[in-house]
């Protein structure tokens, strides 16, 4: 049946390309193939088969003396791994990235709010573009800035002698953990820079989550004697959350990883991504660098794991 | 009465979502006023004077030169080889059902998912165990991976959008696969490809960690950057040139949004 009616319709096209073409309209498969095949062997095989080739090498080890890897397996390289001294890398590092998602979704709710409810036609476009181009700015160039901003003789210091309020910010400094010689080289000049680079990836999903929240629902909630406070706290906040979720991934994630931005303007105390690229550069010791990358991927799967549990996707 | 009242933002709002944006915008204000201090052996503010003699001295300067060459020589190959493969796994992706399409999305955002580092050194240690020598093309591979994710963002947002029954119009009218494609499809997802291409090329044009790991000897902008960060030289130099990365950053930026901006998802949403 079907047969007889393909050969009504569609007589036989002529030259290679009609040939080719009407070969792969009758073997549908065969054209995913020629597609799909492409960017496969290129994410599917050189990719996730560098990732793979990388974790295996975290059940190496390196022998002590000659510092060759000794390609037998083995957790030795695991059990370095939870030396105290590693242990405090990972701790610090995923508490930066936890108060760095903290304090970017408190600076990124209200930008996200005033676009999603109040900005309108020109204004709507110039937050976007607000938003955007800062986000898509150069990340270097946003450090670069910021070392500019917190050197000892820079716009801060100058704005605190204005101010008459030298005095808060050496109390600040002389603070023993978030203290430091200066604000470039302490805790809280790292804490600002991340927030600084990684805070603009938070504003798109809350925004998207809250232009969905419908704005009946919040009329509905003051009819009913609610104030502004008990309206955010019981449908707005809510309602974002898979926003605020979709955004903390990426400011989490990016935290994590980050080397650049500690070893520029920050304490000497190292965080993981230091760890990672001190031991596979001048330790030499690729497997317990490869051990290190393994503690990000958990971490992210399972916060992933419970983003997707939350919904957070569906506001991406 | 209480409509009108919910019309009008509260001035704390206000004022936080202004003080965010400033926040987000004054530090990159002040890239542009440093590139004109005459001081040259710190960073202090207020400027003591201004002068516009570093854009000269940057000029002239032939190691900015050769790492501006390189860095647009690589964005521009890796964005080329993202525009092929994006566009051809966001055509399988869209366009037909298949057992594996979810696991096609992840795959492509994988890159862009995990921190930089964990690319780089992946990368790293599977040219080094194929005896692969670093070179401009394993910096390509490098970008080429992670730009893939824009240009199939784009693309399958603005392929949802074509109705299948423009394709099918096309069939019944004799026209085959590539006449359709040819005439139909392309000019559809022309700026699609092309915001999606730009934004490719800026996120290629600022990558430094993964760059780190498979860059030999060869610095592109952002590695010349990064070892001005580290060990500042000519401090005057390194605040023209930051300049003039924003600038250039900013233009694809508004680009693909001008490209985009009529349809549901605008280009550039995630990075």
Redesign the interface.
């Known amino acids: 049946m079907t047969a007889v009616a393909e050969n009504l319709m569609s007589p036989e096209r002529r030259g290679p390309t009609g040939r080719l073409s009407d070969f792969f309209w009758k073997h549908p498969h065969v054209l995913l193939t020629v597609l799909l095949a492409p960017p496969l062997l290129w994410l599917g095989v050189v990719y996730i088969g560098s990732l793979f080739a990388l974790l295996l090498q975290s059940f190496f080890s390196i022998d002590d003396f000659s510092g060759l890897i000794n390609y037998e397996f083995t957790f030795a390289t695991y059990r370095q791994l939870l030396s105290e001294t590693n242990l405090d890398i990972i701790l610090r590092t995923v508490s930066m990235a936890a108060i760095v998602t903290l304090a970017s979704a408190l600076i990124a709710f209200p930008i996200a709010y005033y676009a999603a409810r109040y900005a309108q036609g020109k204004w709507k476009v110039l937050f976007y573009l607000g938003v955007m181009l800062p986000l898509w700015s150069s990340y270097l160039v946003k450090i670069y800035a910021w070392k500019l901003i917190l050197a000892k003789e820079g716009i801060v210091t100058w704005f605190f002698e204005k101010l008459h309020l030298l005095w808060l910010l050496d109390a600040w400094l002389s603070l023993p953990v978030v203290g430091g010689n200066s604000l470039s080289v302490s805790y809280t000049g790292t804490f600002i820079v991340f927030v600084y680079v990684w805070m603009p990836f938070m504003i798109l999903p809350i925004q998207a989550a809250l232009e969905r929240v419908p704005t009946n629902l919040i009329e509905a909630s003051s009819d009913l004697g609610g104030t502004p406070a008990q309206t955010f706290r019981h449908v707005l906040f809510p309602l974002a959350l898979p926003g605020i979720v979709a955004g903390s991934i990426f400011t989490f994630s990016l935290t994590l990883g980050d080397y650049i931005i500690p070893q520029i303007i920050g304490s000497s105390r190292l965080f993981i991504g230091q760890a990672v690229y001190a031991q596979q550069g001048t330790a030499g010791n690729i497997p317990l660098a490869a051990a290190f990358t393994v503690v990000p991927i958990v971490i992210m799967g399972a916060y992933l794991w419970m983003a997707k549990r939350m919904g957070a996707f569906d506001a991406l | 009465m209480?409509?009108d009242r919910?019309?009008r933002?509260?001035l704390g709002?206000?004022i936080?979502?202004a003080a965010?944006?400033a926040?987000?915008?004054v530090?990159?204000l002040?890239?542009f006023l440093?590139a004109f201090t005459t001081e040259e052996k710190?960073?202090?503010?207020?400027p003591p004077g201004l002068t516009t003699q570093w854009l000269a001295v940057a000029w002239n300067r032939p190691d900015v030169w050769a790492a501006l060459t390189l860095s647009v020589k690589v964005a521009s190959i890796a964005t080329a080889v993202a525009l092929?493969?994006?566009t051809?796994?966001a055509?399988?992706v869209s366009q037909?059902r298949?057992f594996g399409r979810e696991t096609?999305s992840l795959?492509?955002i994988?890159?862009i998912?995990?921190?930089?580092?964990?690319?780089g050194?992946?990368?790293?240690?599977?040219f080094s165990?194929a005896e692969i020598p670093f070179s401009f093309w394993t910096i390509v591979?490098g970008h080429?991976?992670f730009c893939?994710v824009v240009v199939y963002n784009n693309a399958v947002a603005r392929f949802r959008r074509i109705s299948g029954s423009l394709v099918e119009a096309s069939m019944d009218l004799g026209a085959?696969?590539?006449?359709t494609f040819r005439y139909i499809i392309l000019p559809n997802i022309g700026t699609a490809l092309l915001a999606g291409g730009m934004?490719a090329f800026?996120l290629s044009f600022?990558e430094?960690?993964v760059t780190t790991f498979t860059a030999g000897q060869q610095s592109t902008l952002?590695i010349w950057?990064?070892e001005e960060?580290?060990r500042p030289r000519q401090r005057p130099v390194?605040n023209v040139v930051?300049m003039i990365?924003?600038l250039v950053?900013?233009l694809p930026?508004?680009g693909a949004?001008y490209l985009t901006?009529d349809g549901d998802q605008?280009a550039?949403?995630?990075?």
């Open positions: 209480r409509s919910l019309n933002s509260p709002l206000k936080a979502a965010g944006l926040f987000m915008h530090p990159i002040l890239i440093y710190s960073y202090q503010f207020p092929v493969l994006g051809l796994c055509a399988a037909t298949f096609i795959l492509v994988l890159p998912a995990l921190p930089g580092i964990i690319t050194i992946a990368l790293r240690s599977a165990m591979l080429a991976t893939i085959d696969g590539f006449q934004l800026a600022d430094v960690i952002p950057m990064l960060l580290i390194t930051a990365v924003v950053t900013f930026i508004l949004y901006r605008i550039g949403a995630g990075k």
